[in-house]
């Protein structure tokens, strides 16, 4: 491993699990060894966690590799799981959801046995609506109950659902209902976004009519008020339809391998992959590792995922896996700056909320809005943190500790992916002594690790490719309608090896750092540099609040460190030379092979919708390109911004 490379694995802090956490832990490390010693038999002791109508013959069948079968002869079914159970056992009075709307009076509270109610009621109407078992249903939904009823009311009946996250355009909404042939489409007239109602309805109109008579129905729910189009052969409201039906409805069990959504997620060329997650083994998989992960006690938390519905981590940890724990949990609407810049630790307040997950893009932006926000509210009730989404910084997970979790909460960063379905690496928060900037060890069951070009794995301390070497219970079970890409994407680098399309490190307790996808592995002058490395060099410097790192081609070093950097609201006006003060601090911290090129000090970052750095668009400032394709941005002129300010800073 070159010098540079080593930089992250300097970070020495180290955080013990705190005492009382890991007397009542939910997992200790006893199930490490439990689990490599039998790996089917741990994941059939995980499976008793959920209510199954016929028992599974077998745990797990890989008799035709890559395609894995899951509790095989079981079946079950998921919306019973998440809902029905908890109200037999008593627990019909529990809030599932404190749901959050945005307009800040706007709540309600929605024990199970009311969402038992609705979610009847919504798979009566998409019965009447002519949804059958293996249909298709398109949902694009705000964050309001409705999306989660929706999606529990599809899987109750067996439909599987496809949740098209409210932000994208309606050419993706279209192409998404094509790829999977729904034959409905759930959405609302609109949703509230910085307190002000924003339109979904026309962009299903624009959808609808590209999809060549392929979609029967759009249920809308009533959310804003707004004005709408409507056609009144295809359109029915919500409230029309799912309120005049009865609240009881008999559930069918399914198989354990029936299809229970596809979640569509971009890949290296331009069509977007539909990851097909089945039904017995994801719920499995997301409701243990929710317990185990977060050390949920579902009598005393209160979980809140500030994921949208619209992404993987909402599936798996805002609807499957707390429901079918039967947590109580937040649902929030809005964006975390409305109306105030603290909003979510309003909430937090407000609802007690004992377990917080979020992504770092996050907690940088909060880092940067400054300590004295948080500094206002009683967060003592905050007991585990968790991150997800991307590397997590040092700098930014010690304030995330700190600032948010009084040094008291262990942060869990959580490595995982829409293919994965499940967290498979991560800390156990009554176990693991944490490290900054590590997701550190594979979770009970899962066999993780790290191997060079040749598929060797790679001694501790040396980096090189994060592969899967074992089937695990909610991993995708193909691309829908395309096993052949299914295969060639993540089954062909190394034989019987999920290649997960990350670059990773062992350090040399053989604990995981993740580095980020290896497209972001940038090669200068003959040396392996990581984006995440450098960014977080940046980051480190009191200056800066966030950073982006690209590779630009270059004549002489094959790529060239391009660095794009907003700096701290308490910089501003700073007339130092950043520029050259940035470049010297990376070559400090991990060496003159890492220093940029250049540094450019930008207002904003290109970021999708799921707040991921859109890498690709800065190479092309980097690299004066003209600027390429710009549908997935959460903000479309960020973009522009960046440039007219660049033309300043050269
Ligand atoms: C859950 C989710 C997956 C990609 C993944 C990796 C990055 C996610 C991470 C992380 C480092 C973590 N990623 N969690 N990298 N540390 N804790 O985000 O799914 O949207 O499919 O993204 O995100 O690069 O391959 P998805």
Known sequence: MNDALSNLMHEDRRFPPPAELAASANVTAEAYDRATQDREAFWAEQAERLDWGRKWDRVL????????????????????????????????????????????????DITYAQLQDEVSRAANALTELGVVKGDRVAIYLPMIPEAVVTMLACARLGA??????????????????????????????????????????????????????????????????????????VDVWWDDVVARQSSEHTPKLHDSEHPLYVMYTSGTTGKPKGILHTTGGYLVGTSYTHWAVFDLKPDTDVYWCTADIGWVTGHSYLVYGPLANGATQV??????????????????????????????????????????????????????????????????????????????????????QTETGQILISPLPGVTEAKPGSAQVPLPGIAADVVDDDGNSVPDGHGGYLILREPWPAMLRTIWGDDERYKDTYW??????????????????????????????????????????IESALVSHPKVAEAAVVGAADETTGQAVCAFVILRDSAAG??????????????????????????????????TRSGKIMRRLLRDVAENREIGDVTTLADSSVMSLIQSGLSSND
């Open 61 to 108: 069948d890989w008799d035709n590799p890559p395609f894995a079968k899951w509790y095989t002869g079981g079946t079950i079914n998921a919306s019973v799981n998440c809902v029905d159970r908890h109200v037999a056992a008593g627990r019909g009075d529990k809030v599932a959801i404190h749901w959050v709307g945005e307009p800040a009076d706007d709540t309600r």
């Open 160 to 233: 599987p659902h496809t949740v098209v996250f409210g932000g994208f355009s309606a050419d993706a909404l279209a192409s998404r209902i094509v790829d999977c042939g729904a034959k409905v489409v759930v959405t609302a007239d609109g949703g509230y976004r910085r307190n002000a109602p924003s339109a979904l309805k026309p962009a299903v109109d624009e959808a609808v009519a590209k999809t060549d008579g392929l979609v029967e129905h759009v249920l809308v729910v009533r959310r804003t008020g707004q004005e709408v189009a409507w056609n009144d052969s």
């Open 331 to 416: 649902l929030y609407e809005g964006t975390p700056d409305s109306p105030h810049k603290g909003r979510w630790w309003e909430i937090i307040e407000k609802y007690g909320v004992t377990i917080f997950y979020t992504a770092p893009t996050a907690i940088r932006t909060f880092m940067k809005w400054g300590d004295d926000i948080p500094a206002k509210y009683d967060l003592s009730s905050l007991r585990v943190l968790g991150s997800v989404g991307e590397p997590i910084n040092p700098e930014a997970y010690v304030w995330y500790r700190s600032t948010i979790g009084g040094d008291r909460c262990p942060v869990v960063d959580t490595w995982w």
């Open 492 to 533: 062909s680098r190394w034989p019987g090896v999920y290649f997960a399309g990350d670059g990773a490190k062992k350090d040399e307790d053989g604990d995981i750092w993740v580095l980020g996808r290896v497209d972001d592995v940038m090669n200068v002058s003959g040396h392996r540099l990581s984006t995440t490395e």
């Open 574 to 607: 700073d007339t130092s030379d950043i520029v050259a003060e940035l470049r010297n601090h990376v070559a400090k911290e991990i060496g003159a092979i890492a220093k940029p090129r250049q540094v450019m000090v930008v207002p904003e970052l290109p970021k």
